[in-house]
T-cell receptor, first 113, second 113 residues
């Protein structure tokens, strides 16, 4: 079966712009979580959605937001981009976040210039 | 909130030796503990997990132990091979309506041939 698909794979944006990243989970998975990965900070949890509801949110500013659609696809939006937002953004899907752990997508590499 | 401490941050072993990575968590409501392996330039992949009602789980050369009382869990890799070289992340998950997944900061394991 198809894995977790993230688009786009690479993105270059200018400071102050906004960006939307997309994540299509494995068919049947209802939980989607998002992470920011930088060399010095490891995997930092952004938020998790289950059946279109945000169940929890990490310690990121309000510029980071997300949503999940009825087909479980999820989008993440970052407004007013800053240089420090440059990172690999990973999404992961799971049946419910508890059953078999998460399957990660390949990520979107965002560079802010 | 939940805090997951992972040690060591780097670990270097000789091929054939054992490697142990330890994590502690703070939220007593955490009930699911997955481990992920991330090779350079690749996505994290689930390698083993354990639930709070189990004390130990083994899968070939990999084992995980959980001590709920002390709130710590460990990954054990025996007979290490160069292909085990990667960054390993532990995570603690609290289920239910207050769902939360917290990752440790990762351990860079290097297996020297």
């Amino acid at each position: 079966k198809a894995g977790v698909t993230q688009t786009p794979r690479y993105l270059i944006k200018t400071r102050g712009q906004q960006v939307t990243l997309s994540c299509s989970p494995i068919s049947g998975h209802r939980s989607v979580s998002w992470y920011q990965q930088t060399p010095g900070q490891g995997l930092q949890f952004l938020f998790e959605y289950f059946s279109e509801t945000q169940r929890n949110k990490g310690n990121f500013p309000g510029r980071f937001s997300g949503r999940q659609f009825s087909n479980s696809r999820s989008e993440m939006n970052v407004s007013t981009l800053e240089l420090g937002d440059s990172a690999l953004y990973l999404c992961a899907s799971s049946l419910d976040g508890l059953t078999y752990g998460y399957t990660f997508g390949s990520g979107t590499r965002l560079t802010v210039v | 909130g939940e805090n997951v401490e992972q040690h060591p941050s780097t670990l270097s072993v000789q091929e054939g030796d054992s490697a142990v990575i330890k994590c502690t968590y703070s939220d007593s409501a955490s009930n699911y503990f997955p481990w992920y392996k991330q090779e350079l330039g690749k996505r994290p992949q689930l390698i083993i997990d354990i639930r709070s009602n189990v004390g130990e789980k083994k899968d070939q050369r990999i084992a995980v132990t959980l001590n709920k009382t002390a709130k710590h869990f460990s990954l054990h890799i025996t007979e290490t091979q160069p292909e085990d070289s990667a960054v390993y992340f532990c995570a603690a998950v609290r289920g239910g309506s207050n769902y939360k997944l917290t990752f440790g900061k990762g351990t860079l394991l290097t297996v020297n041939p």
